[in-house]
């Protein structure tokens, strides 16, 4: 993260719950204060309806803000997704911080989801597709030739 800072880039990086510390202090944050933007997204797709909300906060308000000097703000991401099939709920709450200015939740709810729209596709091809898992060659160099080739077969 510093090597972004320094040179002057962005970034929105996500908060884990063995982070405590920073989780803790962006829980606390979102628990006392009023988000400065919201937005809220229904979608239905691959069998399941999904309900987006993503809250943004002034991480200033916060605790962290001294030992992360770009901090700016803090994005709340809720998703309740039911299962069309089974009727099964799920609920996920993700945390993230970043150095921009944007107060638009709808911005870094594009961001974020695009983010993990490659990330997952990338994954899918790697473990559908080329059966990366299953490769059972690993002798010297052949497990990395396997991989630098893979997208190329």
Known sequence: M??????NLNYVA???RNQK?????????IN?????????????DHGRHSKWYIY???????????????LKKYIEVRKFSRNVKTNEVSESIRYY???MDSNNAEFYHRGIRNHWKIENSLHWVKD??????????????VP????LLAPLL
């Open 2 to 7: 510093a090597s972004i800072v320094s040179h």
């Open 14 to 16: 996500q908060i884990k």
């Open 21 to 29: 510390t920073l989780f803790n202090d962006i829980s606390d944050l």
């Open 32 to 44: 006392h204060e009023k988000p400065l933007d919201s937005f809220y997204e229904i979608e239905k």
């Open 56 to 70: 943004v906060y002034d991480a200033f308000k916060g605790n962290k803000t001294k030992e992360w000097k770009s």
């Open 97 to 99: 911080m970043t150095n």
């Open 128 to 141: 559908v597709f080329h059966n990366e898992e299953k490769i059972e060659l690993k002798i010297g160099m």
């Open 144 to 147: 990395l030739i396997l991989l």
